[in-house]
């Protein structure tokens, strides 16, 4: 049974910086890539952030520069340092994986950010 779940999230202000994790198991963390994405009521979920099983990265438009994914395989676990965040940041994150073919979720953690 895949499991993702996220931690990390919280009310910050503009500005200010939060690492968010995503623990998984139930899966071979190493062979996967793994993605941040966001949503906030009324919109789509969005691409934020993904990692390749290789260590490759590619971030949306408005968080390059600010946003870092990165990921430790020895504890299954994938993150997302966000820096100089903004209103506009304020969201839902979820991880994010493929299990045969199929996106895997998990419960998502929500980011404030206050001006």
């Known amino acids: 049974q895949v ?3 996220e931690s990390g999230g919280g009310l910050v202000q503009v500005g200010g910086s939060l690492r968010l994790s ?3 198991s139930g899966i071979i963390f190493r062979l ?13 979920r969005e691409l ?7 260590g490759s990265t590619n971030y949306a438009d408005s968080v390059k520069g600010r946003f870092t994914i990165s990921r430790d395989n020895a504890k299954n676990t994938v993150y997302l340092q966000m820096n100089s965040l ?4 304020t969201a839902v994150y979820y991880c994010n ?14 980011v404030t950010v206050s001006s």
């Open 3 to 5: 499991q993702l779940v």
């Open 22 to 24: 995503c623990v998984a």
């Open 32 to 44: 996967k890539p793994m993605g941040w994405y966001r949503q906030v009521p009324g919109k789509q």
């Open 48 to 54: 934020v952030a993904a990692i390749t099983s290789g």
């Open 86 to 89: 903004k209103p506009e940041d």
């Open 97 to 110: 994986t493929k299990y045969y073919d199929m996106d895997r979720w998990g419960k998502g953690t929500l």
